[in-house]
């Protein structure tokens, strides 16, 4: 490997470690160091990611402005999920506002999809036909989960029915499952889960199912899965819950 790559690879994880240990300005001197491109970019992403799970937004904002686009995830797309997590949607159009240009179309569509109302989520996706794939796949299944973690269904599968890549559909897919089963949503999440089309998620849906108490009725329905392998991660699912629930059982008379 080339010394510089060498250097700014040891510099990067240095500033990932400053920032951790809440030396922001020290992480921020070493990213300074490195020389432009993707090592900065990540130095710059890391501090910035870790002073938005401080919740100074502002400084992370600061700490994001000199990056460039060279790594994976766009650390604004990491400010504005935050503060719209936390229900600053103001907040977050005003940080989409302010960021460099070339990241503010894509940024400013991310806050207005989880402001739409169902029909109006393709108007905004149309504003983002200038972006690549790439580009859009770093916010769009964000959104789709946290839509889907206001219950928001409808908007989320508008947006999942945009996606082009079949293998970033079908995880987000498993996301929404996922909310669906962590608020017992049995139905919904057996639709959303064989739209996926991965088995792996009966497995998810029949141990929780199971431990909610209903454990005929997780039982009753995949026995009636058509699909042998779903229908073997079903019975796993099931399996598990049985172990847990033995093993709480016997802990109990000890």
């Known amino acids: 490997m080339p010394p510089g790559w060498v250097r700014g690879d040891a510099l990067w994880q240095l500033a990932k470690v400053q920032a951790e240990g809440n030396d922001i300005q020290g992480a921020r001197l070493t990213a300074g160091e490195i020389q432009p491109g993707g090592h900065r970019d990540s130095a710059l992403r890391d501090i910035a990611q870790v002073q938005v799970e401080n919740g ?5 904002l600061r700490t994001a402005d000199g990056f460039q686009g060279f790594a994976f995830p766009n650390p604004f797309h990491l400010i504005i999920h935050e503060q719209i997590r936390h229900g600053d949607l103001d907040g977050a159009m005003s940080t989409a506002l ?9 940024a400013l569509a991310q806050v207005s999809l989880y402001k739409a109302k169902p029909g109006e989520i393709q108007d905004i996706l149309k504003s983002l036909s200038a972006f690549s794939s790439e580009e859009k796949d770093e916010f769009m299944p964000t959104v789709v989960e946290e839509l889907a973690q206001a219950r928001q269904y409808e908007q989320a599968m508008a947006i999942i029915a945009a996606i082009n890549l079949p ?5 987000t897919l498993e996301r929404v499952a996922r909310v669906q089963i962590k608020y017992q949503e049995w ?3 057996k639709a959303t889960g064989a739209r996926s089309g991965n088995v792996r998620i009966y497995q998810e849906l029949a141990l929780a199912w199971s431990q909610s108490g209903k454990m005929p009725e997780a039982l009753d329905w995949v026995g009636h899965l058509s699909d042998p392998f779903a229908k073997t991660y079903g019975l796993i699912g099931i399996t598990e819950a049985l172990d ?9 008379f000890r």
């Open 98 to 106: 302010k960021i460099p240009e070339k990241f503010r179309t894509a």
């Open 187 to 189: 139905e919904l999440a």
């Open 167 to 171: 293998y970033l559909q079908s995880l």
């Open 56 to 60: 100074d937004f502002a400084g992370a």
């Open 244 to 252: 847990i629930s033995t093993k709480k059982m016997d802990s109990s």
